[in-house]
C-alpha cells in the first residue's frame, strides 16, 4: 500500500517509521535537500555512506541498509551525480531506482516506510515524477509505504532557516556574535 503526504518534509516524521529510504548517488555525498537533513540529525549514517567505493558504478541499484535509534536508513544509490544539467537534465538512472525498490520490497515486508518520491527532486535525479511513480507502484506490492511530496531545500535553505529560527529565540544578534556561539547546525 501506498499513500502520499503533501507539503510536509519528512525529516520531522522520522522517530514514526521503521525504515526510512534515502535516495543518494554513487558518489558518497549526502549534499543537499532531504540527504543533507539525514546527514545532520544522523551523522552516523554518512559515516557509514562514505566507507563505501566513492563512484563505484557497482553501487547503482544497490540498497545500503544502516541502523541507527531503531531505524533502519537505506541508501537507495539511484544516480551517478548530477553533471551538466544543461545536457542531461534528469540525471535519475530508473534502471537503479527499479532495482533498489525490488530490494525494499523482498527485504522490508511488514515493515512502516517512509521516503521522498524517490529520484523526483532535484537532488535526486530530478526525474519524471509520473514514471517514478509507476515504478514504485508495480514494485512495492509488499510493504507499506508512505511518500512524502513535497519541495526540498538546498543547505543554504536549511542553514537560513535555523539561522532566523536562533534569532527569534535568542533575540537579534550579529553573525559574529553568532559564530562565535558555536551552534551547530
Avoid at 13 to 40: C, H, M, R, W
Avoid at 69 to 83: A, E, S, V
Wanted: with cysteine; aromatic share 10%.
Amino acid at each position: 500500500m501506498i499513500s502520499i503526504v503533501e507539503n510536509k518534509s519528512l525529516i520531522y516524521d522520522v522517530p514514526n517509521y521503521d525504515v526510512i529510504l534515502v535516495p543518494t548517488s554513487i558518489n558518497n555525498a549526502l549534499g543537499n535537500g532531504f540527504q543533507y537533513e539525514i546527514k545532520k540529525a544522523f551523522p552516523q549514517v554518512d559515516v557509514i555512506n562514505k566507507t563505501t567505493p566513492y563512484g563505484d558504478i557497482r553501487k547503482l541499484g544497490t540498497v545500503q541498509a544502516i541502523e541507527v535509534d531503531n531505524i533502519t536508513f537505506c541508501l537507495l544509490y539511484i544516480n551517478k551525480g548530477r553533471y551538466r544539467p544543461d545536457i542531461n537534465p534528469d540525471y535519475l538512472d530508473y534502471n537503479a531506482l527499479e532495482s533498489c525498490m525490488k530490494l525494499i520490497n523482498e527485504n522490508f515486508k511488514d515493515k512502516k516506510i517512509a521516503s521522498t518520491i524517490i529520484g523526483h527532486d532535484r537532488y535526486e535525479g530530478d526525474g519524471n515524477k509520473e514514471k517514478i511513480l509507476s515504478i514504485i507502484e508495480n514494485n512495492s506490492n509488499n510493504i507499506n509505504l508512505t511518500l512524502y511530496d513535497y519541495e526540498q531545500k538546498d543547505r543554504e535553505q536549511v542553514r537560513n532557516n535555523k539561522w532566523c529560527k536562533i534569532i527569534d529565540s535568542i533575540g537579534k544578534v550579529s553573525q559574529e556574535e553568532y559564530r562565535k556561539m558555536k551552534i551547530k547546525y
